[in-house]
């Protein structure tokens, strides 16, 4: 997984009042659990914007007042009406410690099934995967050269070797759809045979 730094700044209350006043000086409260004892602080916005606006997953290197912490995000609270964003959880991780995260799926190859006219359908973005942080990709790689009209790739044909795929073998992952078009052209084929 790539790493991004953040520059934070400890907090010196807690409660809805100083959280209020982080947030009016375009600030985010943040907390980090995980470690030896939570860390309470707050980060600029701006710094948020390359860190949440991506499909990818990031290990955060936060720098809170000179002391170093690598975490990942695990909770995000955003406003219901501006989606402006209110607050950010933050997980600490170590080397030798497994963590579960979700990382992007990036399709790779041309179909079968589309060029003989069906659909490519993405059911899951994301995977969850479970192992150490090192060993985890920025993304995982799926082929789908061979995958044909009516077939699918389904979790448990994910190949991986220092971690785990946390979801139920039989999860579709992609899939290629018959489209009007191309169970038109087989009915057809089939009235002329």
């Known amino acids: 997984m790539e790493s991004i730094a953040l520059k934070a700044s400890l907090r010196k209350e807690i409660g809805k009042k100083s959280s209020k006043a982080i947030r009016a000086q375009e600030g985010i409260p943040c907390v980090l659990y995980g470690g030896e004892e939570n860390v309470n602080f ?7 914007r390359h860190l ?5 997953v990031y290990i955060v290197n936060i720098d809170v007042d000179g002391k170093s912490h690598n975490a990942i995000i695990k909770d995000l609270q955003f406003h219901p009406v501006t989606d402006k964003l209110l607050h950010a959880d933050f997980y600490e991780i170590s080397d030798s410690k497994p963590i579960t995260v979700e990382i992007p799926v990036k399709l790779t190859g041309s179909s079968m099934g589309v060029r ?7 059911e899951c973005r994301k995977i969850k995967v ?20 009516g077939k699918s790739i389904r979790a448990g044909e994910i190949k991986t070797n220092k971690f785990d795929v946390v979801l139920a073998r039989e999860t ?10 191309a169970a038109a052209a087989a009915q057809e084929a089939a009235k002329q045979a």
């Open 52 to 56: 949440i606006f991506t499909p990818s």
């Open 116 to 122: 003989e006219g069906g659909r490519l359908v993405m």
């Open 172 to 181: 579709p992952i992609v899939s290629v759809r018959t489209t009007r078009a």
């Open 130 to 149: 479970k192992g150490l942080s090192k060993d985890i990709p920025a993304e995982i790689e799926v082929d789908v050269t061979e995958l044909g009209i």
């Open 42 to 48: 707050f980060a600029t916005e701006s710094d948020f």
